[in-house]
């Protein structure tokens, strides 16, 4: 089965950015997308097809995906951007999730 | 705004079968345009997505969960359903409800989740 792979941990401190990779076989030729979650919450979608931002998502946030890697971009992060994010493709009629990665702002 | 909002029993006792229904509100489950999801999450693991509807009854399942798994759709109560059988503790999780906007180019997302609800599997 697809697997897509993440490091479990970022950290970082505020104004910095934060490229949070997402890794599977030839992923650039899929479209990927990104969630976040918080502590008790749902998911909710931050970038999708690649690098489309959802209306409400902050202009920090930028996605590209090419070769075999997604990657998430949170450009000048700020403490609110503490979270979990995971990224999801589309491989064999399945819904395919990343294993998650955790950014800490410090 | 599309709403969507988990219920059924936050407990199941092992073996048995668990059942979820997910009500769209703002919205009509019947429109065609959408694909709908259940997806789960074990308390401090990653997200698992269980399986799909579309308006006509077609679905498609997680590989590793189809043989215990079905989802329906009830178009006249904007609603659809979702049964696993044969649960052990392993199923202990949230789980979510979450739309799939149809579009062209092969590209599959959620753009919107229900809250979840924690379901535990124990005796």
């Known amino acids: 089965s697809y697997e897509l792979t993440q490091p479990p941990s970022v950290s970082l401190s505020p104004g910095q950015t934060a490229n949070i990779t997402c890794s599977g076989d030839?992923?650039?030729?899929?479209?990927a997308c990104w969630y976040q979650q918080k502590p008790g919450q749902s998911p909710v979608l931050v970038i999708y097809?690649?690098?489309k931002r959802p209306s409400g998502i902050p202009e920090r946030f930028s996605g590209s995906n090419s070769g075999n890697t997604a990657t998430l971009t949170i450009s000048g992060t700020q403490a609110m951007d503490e979270a979990d994010y995971y990224c999801?493709?589309?491989?064999?009629?399945?819904?395919?999730f990343g294993t998650g990665t955790k950014v800490t702002v410090l | 705004q599309v709403q969507l909002q988990e219920s059924g029993p936050g407990l199941v006792k092992p073996s048995q079968t668990l059942s979820l229904t997910c009500t769209v509100s703002?919205?009509?489950?019947?429109?065609?345009?959408?694909?709908w999801s259940w997806i789960r999450q074990p308390a401090g693991k990653g997200l698992e997505w269980i399986g799909r509807?579309?308006?006509?009854?077609?679905?498609n399942y997680n590989p590793s969960l189809k043989s215990r798994v079905t989802i329906s759709i009830d178009t006249s109560k904007n609603q659809f359903s979702l049964k696993m059988s044969s649960v052990t503790a392993a199923d202990t999780a949230v789980y979510y409800c979450?739309?799939?906007?149809?579009?062209?180019?092969?590209?599959?997302?959620?753009?919107?989740w229900g809250q979840g609800t924690l379901v535990t599997v124990s005796s």
């Open positions: 979450a739309r799939d906007p149809i579009s062209s180019g092969s590209t599959y997302y959620f753009d919107y």
């Open positions: 703002g919205g009509s489950i019947s429109s065609g345009s959408y694909y």
């Open positions: 509807i579309y308006t006509s009854g077609s679905s």
């Open positions: 030839k992923l650039g030729d899929k479209y």
């Open positions: 097809q690649d690098s």
């Open positions: 999801q493709a589309w491989d064999s009629s399945t819904y395919v």
